[in-house]
Nanobody, 124 residues
Framework: QVQLVESGGDLVQAGGSLRLSCAAS????????MGWFRQAPGKEREFVAA????????RYADSMKGRLTISRDNDKNTVYLQMNSLKPEDTAVYYC?????????????????WGQGTQVTVSS
């Protein structure tokens, strides 16, 4: 099993940027496609971004496309999510997830391993 720990969440003003990190341990993340999801209070967990094992292909939620960059450093066993032009509606807990499948899943049940989440709060 791979263990995932997110960091980098913070309180920022609208228009600001954040870089989230997901540090993995227990297994090399090169074995996994990686994804980011978010969950706001009272809402379902939703897909944000995903990246293939090699990092060669990425996928983004339409609602955030153009404001996100997902990347990975397999040598550091870490995945990143750069978020720019943040909006108050981006406020949520952001989760990192790992999948042994070869496809870039956009649903939570595509991923078998999850971190505890990191809080992102965007003030207006």
């Amino acid at each position: 099993q791979v263990q995932l720990v997110e960091s980098g969440g913070d309180l920022v003003q609208a228009g600001g940027s954040l870089r989230l990190s997901c540090a993995a341990s227990g297994r090399p993340i090169s074995n996994y496609a990686m994804g980011w999801f978010r969950q706001a209070p009272g809402k379902e967990r939703e897909f944000v971004a995903a990246i293939t094992r090699s990092g060669g292909t990425t996928r983004y939620a339409d609602s955030m496309k153009g404001r996100l960059t997902i990347s990975r450093d397999n040598d550091k066993n870490t995945v990143y999510l750069q978020m720019n032009s943040l909006k108050p509606e981006d406020t949520a807990v952001y989760y990192c997830a790992a999948s042994l499948t070869w496809i870039l899943g956009t649903t939570p049940n595509s991923y078998g391993n999850w971190g505890q989440g990191t809080q992102v709060t965007v003030s207006s």
